[in-house]
């Protein structure tokens, strides 16, 4: 049987036969859980959820096939998650002051 080559490439978030909804909300923080459940939500028939995670501070989800009017919500959420605390689900902001991009609250900003 042959290794797909995604799970070559991203062994560590990559779930060969895609995401269920609870792998999705275990992927991120508590306060992005929900913009998670609403992807899920209109996930159209026949799709798959292959990936959710933080990257350069937003939410990315990556699902398959290919469907624009889908990719375009998932865009919507991803500006979204960038003002809400992935920690908490207050208000935040997109923190560029340390290695490590993360939206946050001004609480859990300054906690390091």
Not at 73 to 99: F, H, K, M, N, Q
Request: net charge negative.
């Amino acid at each position: 049987m042959s290794v797909d080559p995604r799970m070559r490439k991203y062994p560590a978030t990559y779930v060969p036969g895609g995401y269920d909804l609870e792998t999705g909300l275990e992927s991120v923080g508590r306060g992005w859980k929900e913009l998670v459940r609403r992807a899920f939500e209109a996930l159209p028939e026949g799709h798959t959820i292959v990936q959710v995670k933080e990257k350069f501070g937003s939410l990315r989800i990556y699902f398959e096939p290919n469907e624009r009017a889908y990719e375009d919500l998932l865009d919507e959420l991803a500006s979204e998650s960038l003002t809400i605390c992935e920690v908490c689900g207050s208000p935040g902001r997109l923190r560029t002051d340390r290695y490590w991009q993360r939206t946050l609250c001004d609480e859990h900003a300054f906690r390091r």
